[in-house]
């Protein structure tokens, strides 16, 4: 069974930086396909991130417009997690984070597992 667990989340004021962490555990990581995602109160879920398999030992990464140059996707597969690396944050991107995998690249929206979520808060 596949768990994703998420951490690294809280409250930073705006201008700061948070790093989330993903652990993932119950199959193979090196080739899955991982994303972030966020959830604001009252809003649909957003694509935030992914890193994924291209083969030859490379990944792919593909950011939203709204984060691109300030977040930053990585992982270890040596410890099965994925990172997001947050800065200059905003208020506007105070949500619940979540990670989602896929054993297979299905585009930006579609994963086959899903964490629980972490709280990220930013103040003005």
């Known amino acids: 069974q596949v768990q994703l667990v998420e951490s690294g989340g809280g409250l930073v004021q705006a201008g700061g930086s948070l790093r989330l962490s993903c652990a993932a555990s119950?199959?193979?990581?090196?080739?899955?396909?991982m994303g972030w995602f966020r959830q604001a109160p009252g809003k649909d879920r957003e694509f935030i991130a992914a890193i994924t398999w291209r083969g030859g030992g490379t990944y792919y990464q593909d950011y939203a417009d709204s984060v691109k140059g300030r977040f930053t996707i990585s992982r270890d597969n040596a410890k099965n997690t994925v990172y997001l690396q947050m800065n200059s944050l905003k208020p506007e991107d105070t949500a619940v984070y979540y990670c989602a995998s896929s054993a297979h690249n299905k585009g930006r929206y579609e994963y086959d597992y899903w964490g629980q979520g972490t709280q990220v808060t930013v103040s003005s």
């Open positions: 119950g199959r193979t990581f090196r080739t899955d396909s």
